[in-house]
């Protein structure tokens, strides 16, 4: 009778390991696919950037008729509005990363964790980074427009600081 209990409890302790490394599993699988869709989101960004810098400078280029500045202030609006986007994901990403932290301690050993914590934030910092440099850029914009004698509002001024 002992022995059927303590078999029963080493099977019952077996399918608890297995969930638990299913469950780990699957929390990795949805880092990996979150980190990847952030990855995209970049990759998109940078387009967008590559295309607002040309669309910038055919603006330049016409700076004195009045419908391209409507045109390239409704560009840099859309353009916050993007970047106030993938900053809210990225802070549900970042939200969602901390309970996966805490599933997987029960399987990776300390050291393990220090080196994915390390590398995401690596990635963290690079990808604050990159969204700085936009924000430079955009601001560098308005400064040339600025300087063309082109209408520009304080309120923009003020958003972008």
């Not at 669309?55 to 419908?67: F, H, I, V, W, Y």
């Not at 590398?119 to 690079?126: A, N, P, R, S």
């Not at 990159?130 to 560098?140: C, E, V």
Request: include cysteine.
């Amino acid at each position: 009778m002992l022995l059927e209990k303590l078999s029963m409890l080493e099977a019952s302790s077996k399918r608890d390991q297995e969930d638990s490394m299913a469950r780990i599993e699957t929390v990795e699988n949805d880092r990996k696919k979150q980190v990847t869709h952030l990855l995209k989101l970049l990759e998109c960004s940078e387009v967008e950037r590559e295309n607002l810098e040309s669309r910038m400078s055919e603006l330049e280029a016409s700076a004195n008729d009045n419908n391209d500045l409507e045109a390239l202030k409704k560009e840099n609006s859309d353009m916050k509005a993007k970047i106030e986007d993938i900053e809210k994901e990225l802070g549900s990403v970042k939200s969602q990363a901390k309970p996966n932290e805490a599933v997987k301690t029960g399987a990776l050993s300390s050291s393990e964790i220090e080196e994915e914590l390390e590398e995401l934030k690596k990635d963290q910092e690079d990808l604050l980074e990159l969204l700085s440099d936009q924000q430079l850029k955009i601001s560098d914009y308005r400064t040339r427009l600025k300087e063309a004698n082109q209408p520009v509002t304080d309120d923009e001024d003020i958003e972008l600081q």
